[in-house]
């Protein structure tokens, strides 16, 4: 089935490389893109083809949260602590009810149901300890044809309400490979939750399972919080900084995803780039939690590969577009600009590589995957004053710092719409 949807097109397939036609034309053929381009240019080849047109409307990419966690859909806004008081007071209670699979399948629903309300149509996902948590949440994807990466928690030094072992960590953790490995759009990430719920002995199966299957993620936590640094070097004396625990497991490598990344050496940000690793950028929960600032500057002049993360529990928003603005004002505070079509980069093709995925995610490109997202730049009131006959730059900008669900007029996964508003 052939369609084409006429509307103004953006795209940042790479940074500093924006894809723009005022009167655009996309045309998806079973699910993927065939065409992207002026309707001037391309409405002759494709005079035959049915034809959806979006009037006043912006067509992005659909849009990657590089870091969230499903189990804490519940525990968004839970009020304060910081990361590690924070973990024990709202997040290991929540978390422990994911032993259920009918709460599970529950919240799975409502989470991926929450990402598609806000453009969002590929993620990497913390599920719990539980393996059943994952076999929730990669069946509510399948049923909606979402690309989700995600992975059982490996967490063997945890509360012990949350807790596996080493041998039952790795025999989940290939249990789940084994069953979902090829299935519709889903892909497997290796997930020890941070260095401090891990033994020694799990840190290093979670590097030989990574090994053992070249088709997966490796999906933590790194460098987010003081307290959580100072408690990582008083366990690991021998470590030169916090990266180098992983890279001692063999955690460290081209598809390995750290959340986070605020409190970096310059030597670890360079070990970070010569090893091909990516960083998820989380600024609404760094705000929340009290992390720090992210420095997004320092990843591109180390050339870190960097996407951007909801995080949500932490994380306040699931819309990446407020996540963009957030990101903005954390720049702000590093005395940094950051340019409106890079915020969209961030939140699009920059998480897409960052997963691994960009060959196939993020960026609308003929042959890629027809996940987009249809913008309204009067959603609001307030939207539609700001942006009525505006430059694209200040328009994007306006939809990045007063946008969110609103602003998010149809989505669409694989070609097909999936929620409009
Ligand atoms: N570090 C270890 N676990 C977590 C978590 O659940 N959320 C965040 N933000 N950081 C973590
Ligand atoms: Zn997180």
Known sequence: MIHAYRAELLSVPAIGRVLHHADGLLVVEDGHVVAFGDRADLGAQFADVPVTAFPGKTIVPGFVDAHVHYPQTDRIAAHGEQLLEWLERHIFPEEAKF?????????AGVFLDELLRNGTTSALVFATVHATSVDALFEAALARDMRIVSGKVLMDGGPATLRDDVASGRAETEALIARWRGRGRLGYAVTPRFALTSSDAQLADAGAILAAHPDVLMHTHLAENAGECAAVAARFPDATDYLDVYDRFGLVGPRSVFAHCIHMSDRAM???????SGIAHCPTSNLFLGSGLFDLAAADRFGVKTGLGSDVGAGTTFSLLATMGEAYKVA????????????????TAGGARVLGLDDRIGALQPGQEADFVVLDPAATPLLARRTAGQPLADRLFALQILGDDRAVSATYVAGRCVHTR
């Not at 590093?334 to 079509?341: E, T």
Request: hydrophobic fraction near 50%; charged fraction near 25%.
């Open 332 to 347: 702000q505070m590093r005395g940094v600009s950051l340019d409106p079509f890079r915020a969209l980069h961030l939140a």
């Open 99 to 107: 032993a259920d699979r009918a709460h599970a399948d529950a919240v």
């Open 270 to 276: 360079t070990r970070m780039a010569e090893a091909g």
